[in-house]
């Protein structure tokens, strides 16, 4: 299943039932996980851990050096779960700083061009779009969806379950749940339509929209909603909302103009 063309470095380690297709190359340092595909013209450099059945198409350049212009060859990390999606011309780049990750989880799909920078965290079943781009640093989680042309600052972080509109510049972080939008994106509501389709039930909703309503309608500060937020009795769901917003770092990103949230 390696195609006589590919150039695979000794120290690599293959799983069963890999395929690796023409003028592919495979460097110093990669562990290959069983049942994973690599259409052709795929480099894997390392060192890079990759899990069970993951797919990369064509032209795909996995665990390159970080373009943080601090690095100075020092030892740094990819981890790739299982059963992940790189379309053609992906690229994602290992750590900065010694020892450090930059880690993906399993089942996401990663569509043309899409850029992931180093020491990024994605989550599971996530999927960006064509050329949804991340700088360094950010933290992606679970269920987000990624418009193409997308970009996200770094250090920001995009919550659970929310999406974020196609050309969209995310310059703070996105809190679970919502739809953010727009150059800067700002949140316009919740993720009404991913939400029902995750099977979230209309008290689940309605209690995330409390918490949205209480940040984003009220007049208050973060510090003030989260405070009377956590005055009452929280679901798991508006909980994991008010955490999200009472530990941010750089900020959430703005309110937009009354949209989705407004729906009973």
């Not at 899409?114 to 599971?124: F, M, P, T």
Request: aromatic share 8%; net charge neutral.
């Amino acid at each position: 299943m390696i195609h006589p063309t590919a150039l695979i470095d000794p120290s690599a380690q293959i799983g069963a039932d890999v395929t690796i297709g023409p003028y592919c190359i495979i460097g110093a340092g990669v562990e290959i996980g069983e049942g994973c595909w690599l259409q052709n013209h795929v480099t894997i450099m390392g060192p890079t851990k990759i899990g069970k059945n993951n797919r990369f198409f064509c032209y795909g350049s996995i665990g390159q050096q970080t373009q943080d212009l601090k690095y100075s060859a020092e030892p740094t990390y990819l981890e790739i779960g299982d059963n992940n999606t790189f379309r053609e011309f992906c690229s994602v780049h290992r750590a900065t700083s010694v020892g450090d990750k930059t880690v993906i989880g399993s089942h996401n799909s990663f569509l043309s061009y899409v850029h992931i920078a180093h020491d990024c965290i994605v989550g599971n079943h996530v999927i960006f779009s064509n050329n949804g781009t991340l700088a360094g640093h950010v933290t992606v989680e679970d269920h987000v969806i990624l418009g193409g042309l997308s970009a996200v600052h770094q250090f920001c972080r995009i919550g659970t379950r929310s999406i974020i509109g196609g050309c969209s510049k995310i310059v703070q972080d996105v809190p679970p749940y919502s739809t953010a939008d727009g150059n800067p994106a700002r949140a316009r509501g919740l993720n009404i339509v991913g939400l029902q389709r995750a099977g979230f039930s209309r008290d689940q909703m309605r209690a995330i929209r409390v918490a949205f309503r209480k940040v984003y309608r009220c007049g208050l500060n973060n510090a003030q909603a989260v405070e009377e937020l956590r005055s009452t009795e929280l679901t798991p769901e508006a909980a994991r909302f008010t955490d999200f917003v009472a530990t941010t770092k750089r900020g959430i990103v703005a309110g937009g103009k009354v949209g989705d949230d407004e729906e009973e």
